[in-house]
């Protein structure tokens, strides 16, 4: 990834944060990363804006990090000192719009 900056990413500490409609389904595709260090890289190197085809890009920390990412691995793996690239040291992951907060 590279080019033009992400301005203003936003963040989730939970599942609830995340822009759920009226029947808790995503009311948009969601582009999720680590926050703090990898979110921080991702304003860096990002080639398109967020809401750009539809996406919104969020830094997920908490309960929201562990639910999507921690089977992965720990938070503190992507928010460590030797996160140095967005390319190569973290994740991303695409939430599809119409996606169930719940799967109960």
């Not at 860096?44 to 929201?64: K, N, R, Y």
Request: hydrophobic fraction near 35%; aromatic fraction near 8%; charge should be negative.
């Amino acid at each position: 990834l590279s080019g033009d900056a992400v301005e203003a990413i936003s963040s989730a500490g939970n599942l609830s944060d995340l822009p759920f409609d009226e029947n808790d389904h995503l009311s948009t595709h969601v582009l999720a990363v680590p926050a703090g260090k990898c979110g921080s890289l991702l304003e860096d190197t990002v080639d398109f804006e967020d809401g750009s085809h539809g996406h919104q890009w969020m830094e997920l920390e908490g309960e929201a990090f562990d639910s999507v990412f921690g089977h992965l691995g720990s938070y503190a793996d992507f928010s460590s000192d030797e996160v140095t690239d967005f390319n190569t040291d973290c994740l991303a992951v695409c939430l599809e719009k119409g996606t169930r907060l719940n799967s109960s």
